[in-house]
């Protein structure tokens, strides 16, 4: 059902700027069997190579447009995929599904980036009427397929079987392993409908272009600054997209992208909620004019997430660019990078004038973040500290030692002290304590670098 809609879509879109037989099949064999992933195997399949045919060679524009949407829903999928503890892997499931068109809808009537049927949206807890479809809201549909994901895993034990079940109902999985040709995915494809025979492939497929589409000339075509960087509020109250356009500024057409479960143009008033995304830089004073207009006992508007810097909380100055120079330790690389500063490798690549993405120890990047983003550092805590130390992601816990008598006596006025309670950026430490910055954080605490300062480390900060 799915599979289909993400071959028209590229195809539609496509612009053939080479021959198919151009694609070296034993290199990108090679890659696939080199690909870590833990949700599938990839492996080499006609069916695979058919599919990266249409992303690579024929559909390569519709291609780049769908890996710059990823920019735009990423962020939050990783987040909720964690929240569930989920490999992050299965977001490339919502590639397979929709190709990131959030009002994608297949021929049998999935709707959404994750392509849920009207049924299988309500067992899961989203609203599907006349006025409000959450299978194309960002958030809710999300974390409904983190919950049917953990769902299937939890039957099938095996994640092969549960993607495929996804596709196709745990009743054919079912009804194809009770035949007895095998236990995995694999030895029964041959008795599982034709699409969810090409669905663990199409997965494949779509694992590879995110990890190797660099490597096939592509460049992401990057959304408006308007859409990548978006605040949500949980909003009780009425509230209508003409409302929203004319305090914000921001076009109907862009609300309406961001807001597509709202088939009335209209938030209802609802004890339960509803989210509003919005792009940050108005965000402030949508919250001002929901708090100010708030009915007596009404639910205090509280702003929910940025879907692309979860941390950020002060919205009003979110939009603000500051300057990094970041050196490059062992073991660092642009996709690490990117992550840590809330921005994509292709944009470090361009600030740096870069021709690929190799880079050295000892070298210096210009780096620009997001004035408040504070690192996505959480999943770090769910690692062994021996091999962060060794891949420079931590500095080694005898680079800070705890105050001296002799530290504490002259120095009792000037300067406080800091523990850190998980692994956090020196920038993020910085933002907590306004008049201090990175380079004096770096200088009182002798360090030589902005990496990840680990959990129960304690750092001098200067009073002001």
Aim: proline letters at 5%; aromatic letters at 8%; one cysteine or more.
């Amino acid at each position: 059902m799915l599979t289909l809609f993400l071959c028209c879509s590229l195809v539609t879109q496509a612009k053939t700027v080479t021959n198919e037989t151009e694609l070296d099949e034993a290199e990108i064999t090679r890659r696939l069997h080199a690909m870590e992933n833990r949700v599938v195997k990839p492996r080499y399949d006609p069916v695979v190579m058919s599919y990266l045919r249409t992303y690579l060679v024929k559909g390569r524009e519709g291609t780049e447009q769908m890996l710059g949407r990823r920019f735009i829903y990423f962020p939050l999928f990783e987040d909720v995929l964690f929240q569930n503890d989920l490999p992050e892997e299965l977001k490339a499931l919502s590639i397979v599904e929709s190709a990131l068109h959030n009002r994608a809808v297949s021929r049998v009537g999935a709707m959404g980036l994750w392509q849920f049927m009207a049924p299988t949206g309500r067992s899961l807890g989203l609203q599907v009427d006349a006025n409000i479809d959450e299978r194309r809201d960002t958030r809710r549909s999300t974390e409904a397929a983190a919950t049917y994901l953990k769902k299937l895993y939890k039957e099938f034990s095996d994640w092969e079987l549960a993607i495929a079940a996804y596709n196709s109902g745990s009743g054919r999985v079912i009804r194809a392993l009770k035949r007895g040709r095998g236990t995995n995915y694999w030895a029964i494809r041959g008795d599982l409908p034709k699409e969810t025979a090409n669905y663990v492939p199409a997965f494949i497929a779509a694992s590879y272009l995110l990890e190797h589409f660099d490597k096939h000339g592509l460049t992401p075509k990057f959304p408006a600054e308007e859409l990548l960087l978006t605040t949500s509020i949980l909003v009780h109250q009425d509230l209508s997209f003409e409302e929203v356009a004319k305090l914000t500024g921001v076009s109907i057409e862009t609300i309406e992208f961001l807001n597509p479960a709202f088939n009335r143009k209209s938030i209802p008033a609802s004890a339960r909620g509803y989210y509003l995304t919005m792009p940050s830089k108005v965000m402030e004073k949508v919250r001002v004019y929901l708090e100010s207009n708030r009915p007596d006992g009404a639910v205090k508007p509280e702003l929910i997430s940025s879907m692309n810097a979860p941390k950020v909380r002060d919205v009003s100055a979110a939009s603000a660019l500051v300057e990094e120079s970041h050196e490059v330790s062992t073991g660092e690389t642009l996709e690490a990078l990117a992550k840590m500063y809330g921005c994509t490798v292709d944009k470090i690549k361009e600030w740096n004038k870069l021709d690929s993405t190799a880079i050295a120890p000892g070298q210096f990047l210009k780096i620009f973040r997001a004035k408040n983003w504070k690192l996505r550092v959480e999943r770090m805590e769910t690692f062994s500290l021996i091999p962060m130390l060794q891949l420079g992601l931590l500095e080694p816990a005898a680079k800070i030692a705890a105050p001296s008598a002799k530290d504490l006596a002259p120095e009792q006025e000037s300067f406080q002290y800091y523990v850190t309670t998980r692994p956090e950026s020196i920038f993020e430490i910085a933002d907590r304590f306004p008049g201090t910055n990175l380079q004096d954080i770096l200088k009182i605490n002798e360090l030589n670098s902005n990496r990840i300062i680990r959990a129960g480390t304690r750092l001098k900060i200067r009073k002001l």
